[in-house]
């Protein structure tokens, strides 16, 4: 894991920024009475906080236990005010809390440690006590979520929590679980969100979670802030940050970016039963795992070097090669002609000595350069054969940028892992639904089930893909044809305006200021994301 500015690659924590902290203890510290835990402290950034703050404010600085499992933070936080307890969180609330304890305050910045990370004797522990909550965590559960519920469950009945937390909680699907826990536990919930990233070098965008379990304003309300600097003049009860209801499912939380309004839309056109289930128009799946795309991709002058011309098969392999909702031959003869890597090394399936002279050259350059000991290769009983299954009827961009589609596929060509492939249910004309996907509420809905992190890119797994809806009536009205060619102009405006006065208006009866509104919606969820990019470049 590479070092960066602000990052202990033991702890797997970043260090809290100051006006982060200041904001979270202003907002949490109410009175000197206040029993507060910080469970993972680190250098004791947030106890630090606390004490500067009492003393600067003359109060009596409350009861303080912080817990730091490596030694040397642990010490860096004593003489402060504090208790520090040198221990790992999970086996403290064991011994210390469950049962016995509860705290008014709970603040921190867990560690953002990766599930395949997490040391195996905490895990045990901490997934123990989660499932007395009723909760099921699996491999992928990353730490910072079992120091949130635990945190949770150790605060009285009028509680506070305050905690950096990856982003991540807004929208993966492993945290749906925990949404609805959070939404159950506190009366109110406030995310705060920031325009730039606040560990700019590293891969996690994180926000601010505060949840109050005695509220009299019940619900969820985010507020997006420039930076953690702009902290320090941000009054959270302001009443322009609307408070809206929570709902109490798995639905991701990135919709509570969405005015009530906004949200109440999205809901009613996906409860609309004219609006059609991508399941029933489609099945999707993940492309050709090659495991080395640096030897198993190859262009045409690689190709005639080694006179592959019968062991290799056409094949897609980035999303920017397919420009419009339409690959043609021609494109693919585009590609090809311009040195792109669009041909996929299928050998037969058969043991090295049976093989051409042509294929065994090739296999063994690709062992010079130790392509067969890559994790995947090696476990294949021939390294050298790609697994392959049911060529795409068209393609699914798996990462976007600007917008998702699906692309039809008029030629031979398979597709790598990068891009999703697609195969229509039977007697499903796949270029209409090419054509009927890219309209306003279809963008609208994937920025609220794709996900996206620090890097601006929107990501879809088959699992979220199978989530979205298309509006199909009138979609045999569209001109395939021309969307093809709005598409490769990058006329996203004038094409939505066509797809959107056919499918939407015409075929749902809504209103030219719903459609607008829905754009609206798009516009502003994949704006933010793509700044993100830019914020990192």
Known sequence: MKKVQGYDKLRGGYYTPAPVADFIVRWAVKNPDDQIL?????????????TNQCRKRKKRIPQMVGIELDEAEAKKAEGQGARIIASDFFTYYEKSIYQKATFDVIVGNPPFIRS???????REIAFSYMEKEGLHPGRLTNIWI??????????????????????????????????DYLSKKFDRLTIIMFKKLLFPNAQQEVVLLLGEKNSKQKGIRTIEVNDADSLKSLNVNNIRYEIKELDHSAEKWTQYLLSSQEIALLRSLRRDERLTHITELLDVNVGVVSGENDFFLLNEKARAEYHLYKSTEPIVGRADQLRGIDFTNEDFERLTNAGRKVFLFTPDDQDYEQLSNCEKSYIDFGVS?????????????????VPRTWKADAFMLRQVNRYPRIVFNDTDAQNTDTLHKVKFVKGINGRTVAAAFLNSFTFALCEIVGRSYGGGVLTFEPGEVRK???????????????????????????????????LLEQGLGLTYDEVLQLREIWNRLSNRRINRKKERE
């Open 38 to 50: 910080e469970p993972s402290c680190g250098d004791g950034s947030f106890i630090r906080s606390i």
């Open 116 to 122: 395949q990370n997490f040391d195996e004797k905490y």
């Open 146 to 179: 079992p120091f949130l519920v635990l945190s949770a469950c150790a605060l009285n009945s009028d509680g506070r929590l305050g905690m950096v937390i990856p982003a991540e909680i807004m929208q993966v699907d492993y945290a749906a679980e925990v949404r």
């Open 369 to 385: 350069q130790k392509y067969n000991a890559g994790y995947k290769c090696k476990n294949r009983r021939r390294w050298y054969v």
């Open 468 to 502: 979205i809806k298309i509006p199909m009536q009138n979609a045999d009205m569209l001109d395939f044809v021309l969307v093809d060619r709005y598409v490769r102009n990058g006329q996203i405006d004038a094409l939505l305006e066509y797809t959107d006065r056919i």
